[in-house]
């Protein structure tokens, strides 16, 4: 854990602050940031002096406003979409309290974009999964590209078919409403979607779009050594996400195969 705290704590911050500071946490992992003590000069709206708190889009630094706090009411816990966050202290010229103070953890879960070829692996591996892990992933490769994917390890005790307690469930898509990928033959015609146990599945599957979800889910009684799912891009899917901002301002898009017959 590292802790973040307002300059001068836990005694009164200056006046007339304006700062910054953006926080990483691996490829892999998101960060939680939970306020555990705010003491600010109270306003409407914390119009004065304020702790504002962003989250980075897709793992990069385009700035998703999360909120603005300012009062002792404001103690929560805050878990960013991907890798990276931020968080601005602003202070004016009159009153000044104690401050706050942030602590700042990586969990796993959030965005891996990648080129090429990567993996996914459970929080610890090759060792075994900590008790209580509540992972998400979003794989993400180029527009017009689809994944493959496919498992090299497989040990996530659950009792019984249904996989009540530790499972994987992977999405065909990056929203937890994408269709299931249906990987667990031994539940029969009617699966879930959750996949346990260490029967690897067999061969490799493929998306039908740019991206996958991961989603991984431990409780606090059994554990194993957890999973290795490794994947690699497509060359010719069509079809996807395309995301223009101040980076990527223009792309060009083809059909597959292009300039090629199919």
């Known amino acids: 854990v590292t802790l973040l705290r307002s300059p001068g704590w836990p005694r009164s911050y200056p006046h007339n602050l304006n700062c910054l500071w953006v926080i990483r946490a691996p490829l892999g992992m998101r960060i939680q940031f939970a306020i555990q003590s705010i003491s600010l000069e109270t306003s409407r709206q914390c119009r004065l002096d304020r702790l504002s708190v962003y989250d980075g889009m897709y793992g990069t630094e385009r700035w998703n406003k999360t909120g ?18 931020a968080a601005t202290f602003r202070t004016d010229h ?3 309290n104690r401050g706050f103070q942030v602590a700042l953890r990586a969990i796993c879960g959030g ?10 692996t459970s929080p610890g ?20 590209k689809t994944l493959e994917f496919q498992f090299t390890l497989l040990d996530v005790p659950s009792s ?28 029969g015609a009617n699966q879930n979607g959750h996949l346990c146990g260490s029967s690897i599945p067999p061969g ?39 995301r223009l901002g101040g980076q990527t301002p223009e ?9 090629n017959s199919p």
């Open 68 to 85: 603005d706090y300012c009062s002792r009411r404001d103690t929560r816990i805050l878990v960013s979409s991907g890798q990276v966050m």
């Open 94 to 96: 009159s009153i000044s």
């Open 111 to 120: 965005y891996i974009t990648g080129v090429g070829r990567g993996e996914v």
């Open 125 to 144: 591996y090759p060792e075994s999964y900590p008790a209580n892990s509540n992972c998400q992933w979003v794989v993400r490769t180029g527009p017009a």
């Open 160 to 187: 019984g078919t249904e996989c009540g307690e530790d499972y994987l469930v992977l999405r065909n898509g990056g929203r937890t409403t994408s269709p299931l990928f249906l990987l667990n033959p031994g539940q």
């Open 204 to 242: 490799t599957r493929n998306s039908s779009s740019n991206h996958i979800m991961v989603t991984f889910r431990s409780n606090e009684q059994t554990q194993g050594r957890g999973f290795r799912l490794q994947w690699r891009e497509l060359r010719n899917g069509c079809g996807g996400t395309i």
């Open 251 to 259: 792309e060009i898009l083809q059909s597959p195969n292009y300039p």
